[in-house]
């Protein structure tokens, strides 16, 4: 093998390093933070147009992967916890983007659709699901996980509930402390 075919080899071989590294580390923070999380908290799996913010409660890290399986890796991790449950919410406005529009946008709702599928969800105006995550990073932890995907109005909100207590309990103890 001559040295520029060797060199080459060697280039590819740390791109895909790196690229490996990169696509591990948004799980490797995930697996880190998920068990510091906990009620009230958020996790966000965002499209590449959503804004850094700067609220203190907030970190943004970086997921060089597909969303959909940022999302699925997401729920995951999820799954595995007993001590919290998402609530999830999407954005009321993608229903209507157009896929002439937003090529690809089709394919994406019916794969975020089976997805979800079974999960408690909501969705609203992405400027209300905005304020409750702007009200939230006040005081506690948000966790944005940014993709490279360029369809508007597809970022994927996760609100952390309690997984061992519900809201029928929580009224229940509400009721007998009055």
């Not at 991790?77 to 954005?91: Q, R, S, W």
Request: aromatic residues 6%; contains cysteine; proline residues 6%.
């Amino acid at each position: 093998m001559n040295k520029r075919a060797s060199l080459l080899l060697t280039l590819l071989t740390l791109t895909l390093i790196n690229s490996s590294i990169a696509s591990e580390s948004w799980k490797a923070e995930l697996k880190k933070e998920l068990p510091l999380l906990g009620h009230r908290n958020w996790i966000v799996v965002a499209d590449s147009a959503y804004p850094l913010q700067t609220s203190p409660g907030i970190e943004t890290i970086t997921a060089n992967e597909d969303q959909i399986k940022v999302i699925q890796g997401v729920l995951s991790a999820l799954a595995k916890t007993e001590h919290v449950k998402p609530t999830i919410f999407t954005d009321a406005e993608m229903k209507f983007v157009p896929e002439n529009a937003a090529p690809g946008v089709d394919a994406y709702r019916t794969q975020l659709k089976k997805l979800l599928a079974g999960q408690i969800q909501e969705v609203l105006p992405h400027e209300q699901i905005i304020a409750k995550l702007d009200e939230a990073g006040k005081t506690f932890k948000i966790l944005i996980i940014k993709t490279p995907l360029t369809i508007p109005y597809t970022s994927v909100f996760f609100q952390l509930g309690c997984g061992y207590w519900n809201p029928i309990a929580e009224k229940a103890l509400r009721d007998a402390m009055k």
